[in-house]
């Protein structure tokens, strides 16, 4: 398993966010996880990139603990410099996108390789060219981001995130932010990562991506793991009464 | 006193007026950045000292800290002031200065969207890296406008080094216009001023301008 997730509690002022959640991706998998605004679920995303700490539990990354409970059940992380590595391992691409505004499309894509990564400037850019080739906009590499369009800006913010060759891409609502006729070339790009076989989470609203792209469906509410499995059944056979509330939202 | 004489004469004190101004705004740039760095402290006791000392240096004339400073020494512990007339008026203005502009930076970096700092995070920049590249580049370009005010209100506040007697433009322009009966000493110093701001001006629009490639 690439990532795996056991028992996580969150809480925030009293509030239980992540009520024992445990859930592992596979590599290769693409997981989409569905549920209400509210449901926990950016909270999940943000805790397994290291962007919230965890109260509870344990967050694995290819056989290593980034995150285990002490011996006095709160959770304890490994040291600073090595949760780097663990933060190397994945990459989240966010509803807002937060590119850079102050460096070009394609600077965005290199500074952290170079910077964080240290590799070569004729290397990051290479790869930085290639994926904003894949991405279809290997025009705008000069260009800020303040010229795109929003899904533009999102297909550079996952080239962004590619750029650091991360074993897991996380996406937290990528297309929430974007006028309808622009989400379509951003779960283009998704669909096309998925085709290659990318481990990919993605949190979404958009139950027909998550129907004909995903490998497994995890739907959420009030902090866990309602139901999951297929696709298929679960959208079209659920088994969960609050599943099925949820899913009848989107029939109308 | 000829004109040309009292030109000249006031034209070496304005190169003491831009020596305050250029002393001032290299102390206090950088030490402002590193009073708004603190402000930020996870200490409260830090915290709290840089509250008092932006309380103490908004709440009081700068003539007076002027004052302070140059007198304090000897009132305070009988020390000899001789030579201190020049340091004491730099620390002054540089301490008065680095309180604004400590909270012209905090503002800007409070303005910057919490987004910015969860990218760099997840990219993996270290926190110093992400403020060096991430954070402060776009700070400095909110900020340009609000510094800029500052900067042209420090070329017109270096006439307060008169109250030290220290022989700038302004104090020349006064001894002077006492000792000719003249006005024109005054319609002189009017001039600098207004063209060192005008160069000032002329110069942050540049910077600005430069900033200008991405919003």
């Known amino acids: ?252 | 006193m000829t004109l040309s004489t009292m030109f000249l004469t006031m034209a070496a004190g304005m190169l003491r007026t831009c020596g305050i101004f250029a002393l001032t705004l290299l102390g206090s740039l950088p030490l402002g950045m590193i009073v708004a760095l603190l402000k930020k402290s996870r200490f409260s006791a830090v915290r709290a000292l840089i509250d008092i000392y932006i309380s103490v240096i908004r709440g009081t004339p700068l003539m007076l800290q002027l004052l302070v400073w140059y007198f304090g020494p000897y009132y305070l512990f009988g020390w000899s002031i001789r030579g201190w007339r020049f340091p004491s008026l730099i620390i002054g203005f540089v301490l008065n200065y680095a309180a604004y502009f400590a909270e012209i930076y905090r503002g800007g970096i409070e303005s910057i969207p919490v987004g910015q700092y969860e990218a760099a995070e997840v990219l993996g920049y270290t926190k110093a890296k992400a403020f060096m590249r991430i954070i402060l580049p776009q700070v400095i370009k909110r900020i340009m406008p609000s510094v800029t005010n500052e900067v042209i209100t420090l070329v017109k506040d270096t006439s307060l080094a008169f109250t030290l007697a220290y022989q700038e433009v302004f104090s020349l322009a006064k001894q002077i216009s006492a000792s000719q009966t003249s006005f024109m000493p005054f319609v002189i110093a009017g001039v600098f001023y207004f063209i060192a701001n005008y160069a000032v001006a002329f110069g942050m629009k540049r910077i600005e301008k430069a900033l200008d490639y991405y919003r």
């Not at chain 1, 279809?136 to 913010?157: E, F, H, N, T």
């Open chain 1, 1 to 252: 398993m690439i990532i795996e997730m056991k028992n996580i509690k969150k809480s925030f002022g009293g509030h239980d966010v992540l009520k024992d959640i445990s859930f592992g991706v596979d590599s290769g998998e693409v997981v989409s996880i569905i549920g209400p605004s509210g449901s926990g679920k950016s909270t999940l995303l943000r805790c397994a990139t290291f962007l919230e700490t965890i109260d509870g539990g344990e967050i694995i990354y290819m056989d290593q603990k980034a995150a285990y409970t002490g011996t006095d059940g709160k959770a304890v992380y490994v040291q600073p410099n090595e949760l780097r590595k663990f933060r190397s391992y994945c990459g989240l691409v966010f509803q807002q996108f937060n590119l850079f505004p102050h460096y070009s499309v394609l600077k965005n894509l290199t500074d952290a390789p170079i910077q964080v990564q240290k590799r070569s400037r004729e290397e990051a850019e290479e790869t930085a060219m290639e994926l904003l080739e894949k991405m279809g906009i290997a025009d705008k590499a000069k260009a800020y981001p303040y010229q795109l369009s929003g899904g533009q800006q999102q297909r550079v913010a996952i080239a962004r995130a590619l750029a650091m060759k991360p074993e897991i891409l996380f996406f937290d609502e990528p297309t929430s932010a974007l006028d309808p006729e622009l989400t379509g070339e951003v779960l283009k790009v998704i669909r096309q990562l998925a085709d290659e076989k990318m481990t990919m989470v993605v949190v979404t609203h958009e139950m027909p991506f998550a129907k004909a792209v995903s490998n497994r469906v995890i739907f959420m509410d009030g902090g866990v793991i309602v139901e999951q499995g297929d696709p298929k059944d679960v959208f079209e056979n659920p088994q969960e009464e609050r599943t099925k509330r949820f899913l009848r939202v989107f029939e109308r």
